[in-house]
């Protein structure tokens, strides 16, 4: 059992920058992939950025890749989203998630995750 708390949302200016955290509880998170969703008011989620049990591997959306970056520190069951030239379009709220058996960064629908945070509400003025 794994469970996932947000953290580090805000109301930042355009082209600013924030940076999320995913806080987990749970001896076996450090085996999970972590993947990190949005879901903006009226519009279906969106997948952001998922990255590996290891922290070796990611993979992003192309509307974040280059702005955004993912990592981990296992020592301390933390992955982490940095969010730099942050555009209004990238208001949401953000999710990060996890699936049993999941180890590599994927992409995702969502569908099939079975652990998430309650998410953290991030937005960014123009």
């Known amino acids: 059992q794994v469970q996932l708390v947000e953290s580090g949302g805000g109301l930042v200016q355009a082209g600013g920058s924030l940076r999320l955290s995913c806080a987990a509880s749970?001896?076996?998170?450090?085996?999970?992939?972590i993947t990190w969703f949005r879901q903006a008011p009226g519009k279906e989620r969106e997948f952001v950025a998922s990255i590996s049990w290891t922290g070796g591997s990611n993979v992003y959306a192309d509307s974040v890749k280059g702005r955004f970056t993912i990592s981990r520190d296992n020592a301390k069951n933390t992955v982490y989203l940095q969010m730099n030239s942050l555009k209004p379009e990238d208001t949401a709220v953000y999710y990060c998630?996890?699936?049993?058996?999941?180890?590599?960064?994927?992409?995702?629908?969502?569908?099939?995750?079975?652990?998430w945070g309650k998410g953290t509400l991030v937005t960014v003025s123009s």
């Open positions: 998630a996890a699936k049993r058996g999941l180890a590599r960064a994927a992409i995702s629908n969502g569908d099939g995750m079975d652990y």
């Open positions: 749970g001896r076996s998170f450090s085996s999970y992939a």
